[in-house]
């Protein structure tokens, strides 16, 4: 048995995206004992995933924090191979700090490098494939997501709609205005559907201007963890968002999702995308305020 270490730190939606590489790596080492290294934040819901046996808290320890860099020198030790998933900058420099095991990822010296020069040109399903095959891997099974979908813990009639009104707080940009969430609730509502708000508590302000001119709204802003997302977003009809986390939790399992982009962010490379990579429907505008309420009602009502 080979001692094997895969690591994602994050963000949500690039976690969600490794769902296929996990399950691949799980495929190509069912006898290995599997460890996953990530941040604090998706723990739980990795310790509840079928493809690891163990799971590591990076704590992300800064440069000048001499004990921290022990401890994760620590944690980084004994492997016989580590794909990084991540690649980052950050998670390249554990190269050296695992001591140079095998590797697979964008370490200088590593020996299984993601060699395409274009590799920043790709979408992260494209590119962790395409970097998971340069390491050996053929097989690549469709990831059993059944352990996600537990019942949610709020009851909400149906048909119900998810607005995703958030995103980053130091990216603006990327958010569609409130108001004009609002009015896209309103007309929801007025077709029999049920617009739902979620999203961090920092956000409940968004919700509060969406109810000012949709009272039927419900306002869930606060009220779920990662691990309540993905049943929720499976019983809903549709799901109509920013670039944000959530999305790609809404599109991995299989919910209809509109996905609204700035000048901010590249849908080609960040896009969530559904179960066998299917892609969702998303709308562009150089400035999202520009983008009118009335096209993304148009795709949101398309049957």
Same mark, same amino acid.
């Given at each position: 048995m080979k001692r094997i270490l895969v690591i994602r730190l994050g963000a949500l939606g690039d976690f969600f995206l490794s769902f296929g590489p996990f399950a691949a790596i799980r495929a190509r080492h069912a006898a290995d004992e599997i460890t996953l290294l990530t941040t604090a934040p998706f723990a739980a819901l990795a310790r509840r995933a079928p493809w690891f046996d163990r799971v590591a808290v990076d704590a992300r320890p800064a440069l000048f924090d001499i004990p921290g860099l022990l401890r994760l020198r620590r944690q980084l030790a004994g492997f016989d191979f580590v794909y990084d998933l991540?690649?980052?900058?950050?998670? %390249?420099?554990? $190269?050296?700090?695992?001591?140079?095991?095998?590797?697979?990822?964008?370490? !200088?010296?590593? %020996?299984?490098?993601? *060699?395409?020069?274009?590799?920043?040109?790709?979408?992260?399903?494209?590119?962790?494939?395409?970097?998971?095959?340069? *390491?050996?891997?053929?097989? $690549?099974? !469709? !990831?059993?997501? *059944?352990?996600l979908l537990h019942r949610p813990t709020v009851e909400l009639a149906r048909p119900y709609v998810l607005l995703v009104p958030g995103a980053a707080p130091t990216r603006p940009r990327k958010r569609w205005p409130a108001e004009h969430y609002g009015a896209l609730a309103a007309l929801l509502a007025g077709g029999g559907m049920l617009p739902v708000v979620i999203g961090s508590a920092g956000e409940g302000a968004l919700a509060a201007i969406i109810r000012t001119s949709c009272p039927a709204a419900i306002d869930l802003t606060g009220q779920t963890a990662i691990a309540d997302l993905p049943g929720l977003a499976a019983g809903a009809a549709l799901a109509v968002g920013n670039d944000t986390g959530p999305m790609h939790v809404a599109a991995a399992v299989g919910c209809r999702c509109v996905v609204l982009f700035s000048a901010d962010s590249d849908p080609a490379l960040t896009a969530p995308r559904g179960p066998g990579g299917g892609w969702p429907t998303v709308l562009r505008a150089e400035d999202l305020a520009d983008l009118p309420v009335a096209d993304v009602a148009a795709a949101a009502l398309l049957k």
């Amino acid at each position: 048995m080979k001692r094997i270490l895969v690591i994602r730190l994050g963000a949500l939606g690039d976690f969600f995206l490794s769902f296929g590489p996990f399950a691949a790596i799980r495929a190509r080492h069912a006898a290995d004992e599997i460890t996953l290294l990530t941040t604090a934040p998706f723990a739980a819901l990795a310790r509840r995933a079928p493809w690891f046996d163990r799971v590591a808290v990076d704590a992300r320890p800064a440069l000048f924090d001499i004990p921290g860099l022990l401890r994760l020198r620590r944690q980084l030790a004994g492997f016989d191979f580590v794909y990084d998933l991540q690649t980052s900058g950050r998670s %390249s420099r554990y $190269f050296v700090l695992a001591g140079r095991p095998g590797w697979s990822g964008i370490a !200088p010296g590593c %020996s299984h490098p993601h *060699a395409n020069p274009r590799r920043d040109s790709m979408h992260t399903l494209e590119r962790q494939r395409e970097q998971l095959e340069m *390491a050996g891997l053929t097989d $690549f099974p !469709p !990831p059993d997501l *059944a352990w996600l979908l537990h019942r949610p813990t709020v009851e909400l009639a149906r048909p119900y709609v998810l607005l995703v009104p958030g995103a980053a707080p130091t990216r603006p940009r990327k958010r569609w205005p409130a108001e004009h969430y609002g009015a896209l609730a309103a007309l929801l509502a007025g077709g029999g559907m049920l617009p739902v708000v979620i999203g961090s508590a920092g956000e409940g302000a968004l919700a509060a201007i969406i109810r000012t001119s949709c009272p039927a709204a419900i306002d869930l802003t606060g009220q779920t963890a990662i691990a309540d997302l993905p049943g929720l977003a499976a019983g809903a009809a549709l799901a109509v968002g920013n670039d944000t986390g959530p999305m790609h939790v809404a599109a991995a399992v299989g919910c209809r999702c509109v996905v609204l982009f700035s000048a901010d962010s590249d849908p080609a490379l960040t896009a969530p995308r559904g179960p066998g990579g299917g892609w969702p429907t998303v709308l562009r505008a150089e400035d999202l305020a520009d983008l009118p309420v009335a096209d993304v009602a148009a795709a949101a009502l398309l049957k």
